[in-house]
């Protein structure tokens, strides 16, 4: 439901992370970064395994310029 609410709520906020209120279930709130992503290279890593998983690659700096 987090990522339902994230893309439905015309109150969400650019750049704001929902989450299930209780780690793995719950209502969907509006939550942080976790401590253990804080460093800007475990996020860089978070990003390049995603991608690879994925099976896809996004410029997000040509996404967001794009977008303005």
Do not use: N
């Amino acid at each position: 439901l987090d990522q339902l609410r994230a893309g439905t709520d015309p109150h969400a906020k650019a750049g704001a992370i929902y989450r299930p209120r209780w780690i793995i279930r719950g209502a969907p709130v509006v939550g942080g970064i976790g401590s253990r992503l804080r460093k800007e290279s475990d996020l860089q890593k978070l990003w390049t395994v995603s991608e690879q998983e994925i099976g896809e690659t996004f410029d997000v700096a040509a996404i967001v310029k794009a977008a303005a």
